[in-house]
């Protein structure tokens, strides 16, 4: 689950550049980027309490397989309508909106199930493994992410976002 998830995170931290880099090159206005944010806080601010109570009442792998499905999902629509042109800022804030709802119910259930996989002795390093998880993806992302815009396309990080979910998706099933 750890590695799965450690690929998950680092095609999640690639599209977070790929979505600042493609609606800067769409509207040359860095308010652009403003509501890039705008459009990734207001479903936590909204929806997160919700998120939360679905973790804690329903099977927490459940909520995050679909989590994950969903924001792979979401991912193949940016890649989808930037291979085809129709990509527009306002598709992109609604992608990442979207996106950012999921979240919002795979992030509780994620940090919550660590604790019903591994022992009471084990839990500290299990939350260690996963903090360091998290922290490897923030640089490894942005790293992969300008390289593959460089030499590839911007789409191409849509799409390795979404492929990296199955690693998530197949560790969750397993």
Do not use: C
């Not at 996106?99 to 996989?117: K, M, W, Y």
């Amino acid at each position: 689950l750890w590695f799965g998830l450690l690929i998950s995170r680092i095609g999640s931290e690639m599209q977070v550049v790929a979505v600042a880099w493609q609606t800067y090159v769409l509207t040359g206005s860095p308010l652009s980027l403003g509501l890039i944010g705008l459009s990734r806080f207001l479903p936590v601010l909204l929806f997160s309490l919700i998120g939360g109570i679905v973790a804690d009442r329903y099977d927490r792998r459940k909520v995050m397989l679909y989590s994950q499905m969903v924001m792979a999902f979401f991912s193949i629509i940016l890649a989808f309508t930037t291979f085809s042109g129709t990509v527009t800022p306002s598709m992109i804030y609604l992608m990442i909106a979207a996106n950012s709802l999921a979240g919002v119910f795979d992030t509780p259930a994620r940090q919550s199930i660590v604790p019903l996989l591994v022992s009471k002795e084990q839990f500290v390093n299990a939350v260690s493994l996963m903090t360091t998880m998290w922290h490897t993806a923030i640089v490894l992302g942005p790293t992969i992410s300008g390289f593959i815009i460089a030499s590839l396309d911007v789409a191409s990080v849509y799409i390795f976002n979404a492929f990296s979910f199955l690693a998530s998706i197949i560790a969750i099933i397993l």
